[in-house]
């Protein structure tokens, strides 16, 4: 069974008491382990496919399988158990939390998952380890470059061990050399820990990382591709 089925989606918006449909039938089906690039032009529905695949909106019509639960069946609560659980997101800003270490940041998405403060702590300490950061660990954001703030938000992404990982233009926001970095971290975990990685961005160069490529105009789906020259894993 297929980890994401996305089944002819349809989502408008109101916009000035007019109902306006931004994405018209997309169809994506996805299984563990694959590492998705999403591509297209701005404005071509890519954040609005990504928000509605992470469970932070809701399609207008279409189905949405995710991991073998109909997500529209879900009410408020099972929807958010479900998010936590299989989806860690990462931005093009990072969105930590500034004057908070590191390691609190990697901390926030347990703090409501009734997990212990030392096992918290012990966790936290751990996914940073795990995006080369356990040297970090009592810095302040603002102590840290671009790139070490996208990997303790990649750290924070992976901490409670979801098997999904979404990251909407993980890179927009840094330099091409640090770019470069963090998308080897997002390939090693898809390759060392089975991660399912589905990333938006516009750049070729970012999206040649993935083994399979997207490509969005206009709100639908215009390919779907397998990445014959993805770099690094089995493929350099
Ligand atoms: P992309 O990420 O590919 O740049 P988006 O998915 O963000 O594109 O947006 C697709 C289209 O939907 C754009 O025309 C955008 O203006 C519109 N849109 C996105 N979110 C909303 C919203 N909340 N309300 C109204 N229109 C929206
Ligand atoms: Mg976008």
Same mark, same amino acid.
């Given at each position: 069974? $297929?980890?994401?089925? +996305?089944?002819?989606m349809r989502k408008s918006f109101r916009m000035g008491g007019k109902e306006m449909e931004i994405l018209h039938g997309v169809s994506l089906s996805a299984e563990r382990g694959e590492f998705i690039a999403m591509?297209?032009?701005? *404005? @071509?529905? %890519?954040?609005?496919?990504?928000?509605?695949l992470g469970c932070l909106d809701t399609p207008t019509s279409g189905k949405y399988i995710l991991d073998g639960r109909d997500v529209d069946s879900l009410d408020g609560d099972e929807l958010a158990t479900v998010r936590n659980v299989m989806i860690g997101?990462?931005?093009? *800003?990072?969105?930590? +939390?500034?004057?908070?270490? $590191?390691l609190a940041n990697v901390e926030m998405p347990m703090l409501y998952s009734g997990v212990g403060a030392r096992e918290r702590r012990r966790r936290a300490a751990e996914a940073l380890e795990r995006v080369g950061l356990a040297d970090?660990?009592?810095?302040?954001? @603002?102590?840290?470059s671009g790139g070490q703030q996208q990997r303790v938000a990649i750290a924070r992404g992976i901490v409670n061990k979801a098997p999904i990982l979404m990251a909407d233009e993980p890179t927009g926001n840094l330099d091409t050399?640090?770019?470069?970095? /963090?998308?080897? +971290?997002?390939?090693? +975990?898809?390759? %060392?820990? *089975? /991660?399912? /990685?589905?990333?938006?961005?516009?750049?070729? @160069?970012? $999206?040649?990382?993935a083994k399979r490529i997207l490509h969005f105009r206009d709100g639908v /789906?215009?390919?779907?591709?397998?990445?014959a020259i993805a770099r690094g894993g089995d493929a350099a």
């Open positions: 069974m $297929a980890l994401i089925e +996305l089944l002819d591509m297209g032009p701005s *404005g @071509s529905g %890519k954040s609005t496919t990504m928000n509605i997101f990462v931005f093009q *800003g990072f969105n930590l +939390l500034q004057r908070t270490s $590191a970090r660990m009592d810095h302040d954001p @603002s102590r840290l050399r640090t770019s470069e970095e /963090i998308m080897a +971290l997002f390939q090693e +975990l898809n390759a %060392k820990e *089975g /991660i399912t /990685i589905v990333l938006v961005t516009h750049e070729a @160069s970012v $999206a040649a990382h /789906i215009t390919s779907d591709e397998p990445n």
